[in-house]
């Protein structure tokens, strides 16, 4: 084994946490040195946000393509090249890959290493670089930012098949005939959505009696609603039993409660979570324990149980989102350089769902409020009564915000609906500014917007007399 390299840190994975905390420790002076063993820019760059989304987006013009005639716009018949489809996610997807393998090659005083990371020790790494060698590094703080992949679920008979997961699906050259995919959260149905559009009969098949069965009841019957609208079927309350393919055709063995029946298809999606990737790090080598599920244990400052070791992002078993895998970042560098004291205690956890129309949501839901016992405000509106919605011809779902009664503080809300996320996102200003819900129900905002649609929100509730 080679002499060790020393670092003043070092950090495994490039992904949103990762990149920009090894960028600002070199720029403070440090040594660093950032790890990688497969494309710079983590999940959300490579396989996750860009990619999806620009996948979504071409699904949405495929969706408005057929619905042209509801705007006066006559077209021929849709079709949809799903090679050109598939190019078009590569390109954004090494775009912006490249970008961030540039940017971390120009930061002076920090090394990109292409290779898989493992602990010697609490302090020092092998790395198992591309070219075959093995390289030693050595550091004070080592801070792991390996992300997740997709679970796949230990049915009978699953890896006899060939099943889809959320990076492989991207893949296709082809439109399914019938895709079936089994897992109704937030990457089932976007990608259910999205191959509907494209031209797939879609099955969704989830063991939870309703989609997002952790959201409000009217959230969840709202999406439901919308999905089948646009030809998704869904299964709902069905535990999966077990997989095979027969004369090329995939068979789904679901149970309903008492009654047992079998789904088929030609693709199957499997959706039904992800995982940590933590097995080849050599944990027990830094004298760290990874969870019952692979997740490593952090305290709110991210710090693991090892003195020097760090953990951000996904792969702490907190909110798999990127932007709170930046706010990891965040959190790490004020501490680490500017001498903060900050934590992950009580921070916010905005997300979007991209189905069409969005799922937007942050704080907390209405039924959380009513099990704490709070005393609160609910103001709820369709899309329906928005006029920009109407004008676009976008009026599915509803607006809804949970007010604190006594202070008229905004606590959560939840937005089904067009651009709901963007419309959550400006709610949830209002609620960092710690405003009462009435700055939003006066505020002056341009017509014909989405915004405006706050002042009608909030009309209908009594500000508190202690305001």
């Not at 950090?11 to 660093?32: E, M």
């Not at 050109?84 to 090494?94: L, T």
């Not at 796949?152 to 296709?172: F, K, N, R």
């Not at 959380?368 to 976008?394: F, I, T, Y």
């Amino acid at each position: 084994m080679p002499e060790a390299e020393r670092y003043d840190a070092v950090v495994i994975g490039t992904g949103q946490g990762g990149k920009p905390l090894a960028q600002a420790l070199a720029r403070a002076g440090r040594s660093v040195a950032i790890i990688e063993r497969d494309r710079v820019g983590g999940s959300c760059v490579n396989v996750g946000c860009s990619p999806t989304k620009t996948m979504v987006a071409s699904a949405r013009v495929a969706y408005l393509a057929r619905r042209a005639a509801d705007y006066g716009v006559l077209t021929g018949p849709v079709s949809v090249d799903q090679a050109v489809v598939r190019e078009r996610k590569r390109q954004i997807a090494d775009s912006f890959s490249e970008g961030n393998r540039r940017g971390l090659e120009r930061t002076k005083g920090l090394d990109l290493i292409l290779g898989e990371a493992s602990f010697a020790s609490p302090n020092e790494l092998d790395v198992r670089l591309q070219d075959g060698r093995t390289a030693r590094l050595a550091a004070d703080r080592i801070f792991i930012n390996t992300g997740l992949r997709p679970a796949i679920p230990g049915v009978p008979g699953v890896e006899s098949i060939d099943y889809l997961d959320s990076t492989s699906i991207m893949e296709l050259d082809e439109v399914p005939e019938h895709l079936l995919v089994v897992g109704g959260g937030y990457i089932g149905l976007e990608f259910g959505q999205m191959f509907g559009r494209f031209g797939a009969r879609v099955t969704v098949i989830d063991r939870n009696d309703r989609l997002l069965h952790r959201e409000d009841e009217d959230v969840s019957e709202a999406i439901a609603g919308f999905l089948q609208e646009d030809g998704v079927a869904l299964s709902l309350g069905s535990k999966l039993e077990a997989v095979r393919s027969v004369d090329g055709t995939i068979e789904l063995d679901v149970r309903d409660g008492e009654s047992a029946r079998t789904l088929s298809g030609s693709h199957l999606l499997l959706a039904a979570g992800r995982r940590p990737n933590t097995e080849s790090l050599g944990l027990e080598r830094a004298g760290l324990e990874a969870g019952s599920r692979g997740y490593i244990p952090v305290n709110e400052r991210l710090e693991t149980d090892v003195p020097g070791i760090y953990a951000m992002g996904d792969v702490t078993g907190g909110p798999a989102f990127t932007h709170i895998s930046y706010d990891d970042y965040r959190i790490l560098a004020a501490n680490l350089l500017d001498g903060a004291d900050m934590t992950t205690r009580g921070r916010p956890v905005p997300f979007t769902l991209y189905t069409d129309p969005q799922f937007g949501r942050v704080g907390i839901t209405e039924r959380e409020a009513l099990d704490q016992g709070l005393d609160v405000l609910v103001a709820k509106m369709p899309m329906a009564h928005v006029a920009r919605a109407l004008e676009s011809d976008e009026s599915r779902g509803f607006m809804k915000a949970i007010v604190e009664a006594e202070s008229g503080r905004i606590l959560g809300c939840a937005i089904v609906g067009m651009e709901g996320g963007e419309l959550m996102s400006m709610i949830q200003i209002a609620m960092m500014g710690d405003l009462p819900f009435t700055a939003l129900r006066d505020a002056i905002f341009a017509h014909p917007t989405l915004a405006e649609s706050l002042n009608n929100l909030f009309a209908g509730l009594e500000p508190p007399t202690t305001m």
